[in-house]
């Protein structure tokens, strides 16, 4: 249930948030400088908050460089706190409630994968209507997305969800803590990128018809049989974008369906007969190979540790492991198992998302209960049956 300001602000849920934001940072100085005095500092929270005397701290600014280069601003350790107790009990409810399915990013059940996997249900959608791979994809991304966040639209779309005006106010200044756009290190600003653009979706759904639709954050996609009216679509998007005062970059462009789709990590492709595939993109392998040349040298050199080197090639393991992938992933391991002197065992094949195996165990259940009200077929008895 959603919190006010004044139920965030108490011990209770400011010390389980503070359990949420140490989670995987334990081993960080500041993290560790917060645990060692958790019960003080967590009361002594509760007293700056309830009295209005709370003030971010300024951020940490660093780069960093996967996928690409990208200006992070991560505040400290205490200022997590704070917005995992709003984001977890609050702000998270009254943002999300309007979103739509294809909106991918940064919630509860949800993430690249689920955006892939919605891409393979829209691909194959097509083909069986359509029975062709025919067709036409409108690829977009919008320029310096976050960086371009207008502070006063984004404010004007948070008022109208978050009623609790202390909440809103102390939302604004996380809004103006960077000078242009959002900090990308704050977990606020995940969720208000998200908001930004809702409105958005739901113009693309529900103005422009589209039934082939999938947006991760900047990132999104549109498909269609008609190239025609993509051109039109994308001349109406870049309208709507216009008046948030965003603009789509140089990579937008509308190409063949049958060509396949470069979106979050793997080239997704129809083949003739409707299969779905998935194959991992070219720069995600050129940057596990890089890993391998590198971690060749480092290992021997004590540069790097055997963990680091698992918990790199796990991590990208598991990702590869949603395409079509197990061959190369083998081959991989073999590699990274000759520098490190040990067998390793990749991930088997991930066929079925969380989504799609709920979706399935719902049917299953809906069949079930549909049978159990069937009228019970008449009784035979001997041996006249008539087969």
Not at 73 to 82: C, I, L
Request: hydrophobic share 40%.
């Amino acid at each position: 249930m959603q919190k006010t300001f004044e139920e965030i602000c108490t011990f209770e849920v400011l010390y389980r948030a503070y359990l949420a934001a140490r989670k995987g940072k334990r081993k960080k100085l500041s993290a560790a400088q917060y645990e060692a005095n958790a019960l003080m500092l967590t009361e002594r929270l509760a007293y700056i908050l309830n009295t209005d005397l709370y003030v971010p701290s300024k951020f940490e600014v660093f780069y960093v460089y996967e996928p690409k280069r990208r200006l992070v601003q991560a505040p400290a350790f205490v200022d997590k706190v704070v917005q995992h107790a709003i984001v977890d009990n609050a702000l998270y409810e009254a943002i999300t409630r309007s979103f739509i399915p294809a909106n991918c990013a940064s919630q509860v059940d949800k993430g690249m994968h689920y955006g892939l996997d919605l891409l393979k249900e829209f691909m194959s959608d097509y083909w069986r209507k359509n029975r062709t791979t025919e067709g036409w994809v409108l690829k977009c991304d919008v320029r310096h997305f976050f960086a371009s966040i207008d502070h006063d639209l984004l404010k004007e779309k948070l008022r109208k969800v978050v009623v609790d005006d202390r909440m809103y106010r102390l939302m604004c200044v996380y809004i103006d803590a960077s000078a242009d756009g959002l900090p990308l290190g704050y977990q606020t600003s995940q969720l208000l990128a998200l908001l930004f653009l809702d409105g958005f979706d739901h113009f693309v759904k529900e103005r422009l018809r589209i039934k082939y639709y999938v947006r991760y954050m900047d990132d999104f996609l549109l498909i269609h049989p008609d190239k025609k009216y993509l051109q039109y679509c994308q001349k109406e998007i870049e309208t709507y974008l216009g008046k948030l005062r965003l603009e789509l970059n140089e990579k937008t462009n509308i190409f063949p369906l049958r060509h396949g789709v470069d979106f979050l990590g793997f080239h997704t492709y129809i083949t003739e007969s409707g299969q779905i595939v998935r194959k991992l993109r070219r720069s995600s392998l050129k940057a596990m190979s890089g890993k391998i040349r590198k971690w060749k040298k480092d290992y021997p050199a004590g540069k790097v540790t055997q963990k680091q080197i698992l918990d790199s090639w796990t991590s990208w393991d598991a990702h590869a492991a949603h395409g079509n992938t197990y061959t190369l992933r083998q081959k991989i391991a073999s590699q990274v198992s000759e520098i490190i002197g040990k067998p390793l065992r990749c991930h088997a094949p991930i066929r079925l998302s969380k989504k799609q195996k709920a979706m399935l165990e719902y049917k299953k259940r809906r069949k079930a209960s549909q049978n159990a009200a069937l009228p019970a077929a008449p009784e035979h008895h001997g041996a006249d049956v008539p087969w």
